[in-house]
């Protein structure tokens, strides 16, 4: 398959490297891939029909900070008219979620890709949270796949997880730590560091932002909480409709009250139906030290989702990094390059 990327920050050059190295890991003996083009927002582009040279496209970025414009395969082709017209079977989209601007421009990027009969993978949260129906159905009437497993937990089978092994069970609640950052900060407190001082040790590990204001304000939890509630629930609902609260105000005492009492602060994010409505809220909450929500430390994460016909299921992550969310892409090339055969 011959892929057209979007975005090469971090999770774009470990899914390269991955792929340039793939022989490493046995499972991946059967992937197809040939990234054809690379486009950045500041960085500059890459195309090539044959192949871009991954190797010295990495060294670029990571050395000079953008794509050189000595490189042959350098181009000042305009993404949109890229997506148009350009040769490739699958657009990775790996930009960063846009709150303010509803998902965009990565929603219209997906859009154009699927209307041409393109298959396409994400890894930004926006485009399942803002559109995710009119997306899945512009795929389908395309007969083409839209995947987004990296958009909530990583790699972590969710999605997968509940499509292929959940039939017939109608989900009826979802509840999680969605959110690296804000458990990072949180965690921390609870070992008696300050908000500031835990918030620098996230940004020096390299999982927060340097702008950190989507994480703190519960703007990405609240993505992905829509996200869930839209794939699993049938909801209809943007990160605009959660109920929303950050964890800014949170301070080292009331951590530390917290504590004395037996429970632990934790960014709760919560989605559920009444009278055939979906709802979902996103919250600071004192969780029990008793409950497996209090478990998850550190960056990990932690899902429960709740059925009709099973008892609920927890999903735990521990310190995923960004091989993770890579694997999550992957997952899903395979499975696009799978149901092609």
């Known amino acids: 398959m011959k892929a057209l990327v979007i975005g090469f920050g971090h999770v774009g050059q470990k899914i390269a490297e991955i792929v340039i190295d793939k022989k490493s890991y046995p499972g991946l003996v059967s992937l197809d891939l040939s990234i054809t083009g690379i486009f950045t927002k500041t960085r500059g582009a890459l195309t090539d029909p044959s192949g871009i040279n991954i190797p010295d496209a990495i060294r670029q970025i990571r050395e000079e900070g953008h794509f050189s414009r000595n490189n042959p395969q350098y181009t000042d ?3 949109q008219q890229a997506i148009q017209n350009l040769d490739y079977d699958l657009l990775l989209e790996l930009s960063t979620l846009s709150i303010a601007n509803k998902g965009e421009p990565a929603i219209s990027y997906i859009k154009e890709a699927l209307k041409r009969g393109k298959h396409v993978v994400t890894a930004n949260k926006g485009p399942v949270a803002f559109a995710y129906h009119d997306l899945m159905m512009l795929a389908r009437k395309h007969c083409v796949q839209f995947l987004f497993e990296s958009t909530v937990m990583d790699g972590t089978p969710v999605f997968n997880l509940t499509g292929y092994t959940l039939k017939g069970a109608t989900i009826t ?5 969605l959110n690296s950052t804000t458990n990072y900060i949180l965690s921390r407190m609870e070992e008696g560091g300050s908000f500031q001082e835990a918030l620098a040790c996230a940004q020096k590990e390299g999982f927060a932002e340097a702008n950190p204001e989507h994480d ?7 993505a992905k909480i829509a996200s869930l509630a839209n794939v ?5 609902i943007t990160p605009h409709d959660v109920d929303r609260e950050g964890i800014s105000h949170i301070t080292p ?21 009444e009278n055939n409505q979906a709802y979902a809220k996103v919250k600071p909450e004192e969780i029990p030290t008793n409950d497996p929500f209090s478990t998850a430390k550190g960056s990990g ?3 429960r989702i709740e059925t009709d016909l ?3 299921i927890l ?5 995923p990094t960004v091989k993770d969310t890579a694997y999550g892409v992957l997952n899903d090339i395979l499975t696009i390059q799978q149901n092609m055969c």
Not at 173 to 177: A, K, L, P, V, Y
Not at 216 to 222: K, L, N, P, V
Not at 232 to 236: F, G, P, S, T, V
Not at 315 to 319: T, Y
């Open 77 to 79: 082709h305009p993404l």
């Open 173 to 177: 609640g979802i509840s999680g730590i």
């Open 216 to 222: 703190i304000e519960g703007w990405d939890s609240a």
């Open 232 to 236: 699993l629930m049938h909801a209809k």
């Open 253 to 273: 005492d009331m951590v530390k009250q917290s504590i004395k009492s037996k429970h632990c602060i934790k960014l709760m994010c919560r989605a559920w139906r």
């Open 301 to 303: 994460a932690c899902l």
């Open 310 to 312: 099973m008892s609920p």
């Open 315 to 319: 999903i735990m992550q521990d310190s």
